[in-house]
């Protein structure tokens, strides 16, 4: 049961499609850890290390991997290609960061980082003739590879061999034991010491061999196919497994394992390193092991420049004589900066972080820096420093009402020298000034920007900036009203916080926004509106007291743009709704219907001039009483 479940879990996992796009090398070696006597099967540690990128990310790409898969299959073959078992899943062990970063004062920095997975499991096999193949195969590489076709779309083989019967089936397999991100320059060479272990002690041979891709299938996932194991990734011209990068001279490895050569092109190269094992006493060959690696190759060129500002001005606040010098040069990742200054002091840093210096006194000074002092790539800048501190900017504001002038009133101060002028930025449009002190009355309330910008002899131009509220009220008293005697009105004023009328007769309570009116002659109440920011306005209602409930209408107007008598309006007194108003010619056509009695009826028709005639008008409401009042009439329209 558990082997059917084993089975298919594998298959599951092979015809899953997903690209690997982070798997940029690997091994995979076995270790003979013990032999039953009973079963005759020798127990056999198995090790598959799968490299990435780490700083890999994948994004929206369907499909794609940026991490390490957890299991693994593996597979295992005889000599003739023969699967022994459903394919063996192997699990992650441990996981490691590798990262290296090149540390040198003449070149640029740059930083590989990779990650290495281990997958760890024992399998038990009786030794035989011609022996076994354990093999992982899987597509696909790291993308973008400088000496592969679509690497993308490559697949990857690795394989280990144990020995038959007719050599040494309790062989333990070289491998590599170095895992390192090696940083390289183009255009510098590099030397790299890439040896393998063997813990049997056999003699071992080195060679630049050809990458393995994934099966006999490009991009299947992974592929179960049996050996020998000959299929090549496809190499882009001049590329190939002995010359996988170029160079000048191009990378070599000798009899022990160094790796060495100088890269010409900057890329990511894979690079295979095969080893093979001998038997120290008989000289068979017990198998060649191979590892893929990523070398990235960086341009590394850095053209080193001392810059530091021609001239600095010290205007800080304080009257501290210290100054902070920025450091702008471009250099290596282990450059030193040397300081020199007229003070007679020199002091030597060794990061671009600001640097600070104390000055004896106030005064013109010079500075000197030089990067990478005594080395070939080397340079320097000299620059002027002002040591003139103790300019303090600032403003008070007394004010904060649309209705009144706001003052602005500067109160900058400079310890080492003169106020030479200001400017004035009040958050308006076209509207600046330079005196000392500045009246403005805003237009309007809300939120403006008010910046000072103070210049002093000493070279000083410095600036602060405060965010201003101007507040407003809108007072509002209500529309003038026109009531019959005994009519009670309820007013209704915005625009603040706190209300006042004036006079107090006939009003329910003059301090608040909605007072109730009794009264029966003719009045003009003022309305005084505040808020809390003590800002005050003013505003005024009128009401005419009639004889009513009634409607006063004219009987003729003269809509002739004179501003006199322009517009046919009806007086309610004591009316509380209106059902209509409306407006007819003597051919019973109605011309005009509203129940605005303030706009009234503008003398036209459909937007042109009605003629000079009479016409017929009709109004229904109800009264204060509740009561039903229909009237009619005429009006004469004149020109």
């Given at each position: 049961m558990s082997k059917l479940l084993l089975l298919t879990i594998c298959c599951c996992l092979i015809h899953v499609i997903a690209v690997a796009y982070h798997i940029i090398g690997g091994e995979i070696y076995y270790q003979t850890v013990g032999y039953n006597a009973i079963s005759g099967q020798y127990r056999y540690l198995v090790t598959l290390k799968l490299y990435r990128d780490a700083d890999f990310t994948c994004g929206d790409r369907q499909g794609c991997l940026d991490r390490f898969e957890n299991p693994v299959p593996i597979n295992i073959y005889t000599a003739d290609g023969m699967r022994t078992t459903p394919s063996i899943l192997l699990y992650i062990q441990e996981t490691r960061s590798l990262r290296d970063t090149l540390k040198n004062p003449c070149l640029a920095p740059q930083t590989q980082h990779l990650a290495v997975a281990f997958y760890r499991d024992t399998v038990d096999l009786a030794p035989r003739y011609g022996g076994y193949y354990i093999a992982y195969q899987r597509c696909c590489r790291g993308e973008k590879l400088a000496n592969i076709y679509s690497s993308e779309q490559e697949g990857s083989t690795y394989y280990t061999v144990i020995p038959g019967t007719e050599s040494r089936p309790n062989n333990n397999s070289a491998y590599f034991s170095k895992d390192v991100g090696i940083v390289i320059c183009a255009d510098f060479p590099f030397r790299y010491d890439y040896a393998a272990t063997d813990p049997d002690g056999d003699s071992l041979t080195y060679s630049l061999c050809s990458a393995l891709t994934g099966g006999s299938a490009r991009n299947e996932s992974n592929a179960t196919t049996p050996p020998p194991y000959d299929d090549l990734v496809r190499y882009i011209p001049p590329y190939s497994g002995a010359n996988p990068m170029g160079g000048s001279p191009q990378i070599t490895i000798d009899s022990h394992g160094m790796l060495t050569g100088t890269p010409n092109r900057p890329g990511k190269f894979v690079v295979s390193v095969c080893v093979s094992e001998y038997d120290r006493v008989t000289g068979r060959l017990l198998g060649t092991h191979h590892k893929d690696i990523l070398l990235t190759v960086f341009s590394c060129k850095t053209t080193v420049r001392a810059n530091l500002p021609d001239v600095l001005n010290n205007c800080t606040d304080t009257a501290d004589l210290r100054v902070a010098i920025p450091n702008f040069s471009n250099a290596g990742f282990t450059s030193s900066y040397y300081w020199s200054f007229s003070d007679g002091t020199d002091t030597t840093t060794y990061d671009k972080a600001i640097f600070y210096h104390q000055f004896p006194d106030t005064g013109r000074y010079t500075v000197k820096l030089v990067v990478n002092r005594g080395l070939p790539c080397v340079d320097s800048s000299t620059g002027i420093i002002n040591n003139y501190p103790g300019l303090r900017v600032g403003f008070t504001v007394d004010g904060l009402c649309r209705e009144r002038p706001v003052v602005f009133e500067d109160t900058s101060s400079y310890v080492y020298g003169q106020i030479t002028s200001r400017h004035w930025d009040l958050g308006l449009p076209n509207l600046t000034a330079g005196s000392q002190r500045v009246a403005l009355q805003y237009p309007e309330g809300g939120m403006y920007t008010i910046t000072l910008t103070i210049d002093t002899d000493k070279g000083c131009n410095k600036s602060v900036t405060q965010q201003l509220r101007i507040y407003e009220v809108k007072p509002f008293a209500g529309n003038d009203t026109i009531l019959a005697r005994g009519q009670l009105l309820p007013l209704q004023a915005s625009g603040g916080e706190f209300y006042e009328w004036q006079p107090a007769l006939g009003l329910s309570n003059n301090g608040i926004a909605n007072p109730v009116?009794?009264?029966?002659?003719?009045?003009?109440?003022?309305?005084?509106?505040?808020?809390?920011?003590?800002?005050?306005?003013?505003?005024?209602?009128?009401?005419?007291?009639?004889?009513?409930?009634?409607?006063?209408?004219?009987?003729?107007?003269?809509?002739?743009?004179?501003?006199?008598?322009?517009?046919?309006?009806?007086?309610?007194?004591?009316?509380?709704?209106?059902?209509?108003?409306?407006?007819?010619?003597?051919?019973?056509?109605?011309?005009?219907?509203?129940?605005?009695?303030?706009?009234?009826?503008?003398?036209?028709?459909?937007?042109?001039?009605?003629?000079?005639?009479?016409?017929?008008?009709?109004?229904?409401?109800?009264?204060?009483?509740?009561?039903?009042?229909?009237?009619?009439?005429?009006?004469?329209?004149?020109r």
């Open positions: 009116v009794n009264w029966h002659e003719d009045i003009q109440y003022l309305l005084r509106v505040s808020n809390s920011q003590g800002c005050v306005g003013y505003d005024t209602i009128n009401i005419k007291y009639y004889l009513g409930p009634d409607v006063y209408i004219p009987n003729a107007f003269s809509p002739n743009g004179d501003g006199m008598n322009d517009r046919f309006r009806f007086i309610p007194v004591g009316f509380v709704s209106y059902d209509f108003f409306r407006i007819y010619n003597r051919w019973g056509e109605e011309i005009h219907a509203s129940i605005d009695f303030r706009n009234g009826w503008d003398g036209t028709i459909r937007g042109r001039p009605a003629p000079v005639d009479t016409y017929i008008w009709i109004l229904r409401g109800k009264d204060l009483n509740g009561q039903t009042i229909l009237r009619k009439g005429t009006v004469t329209l004149v």
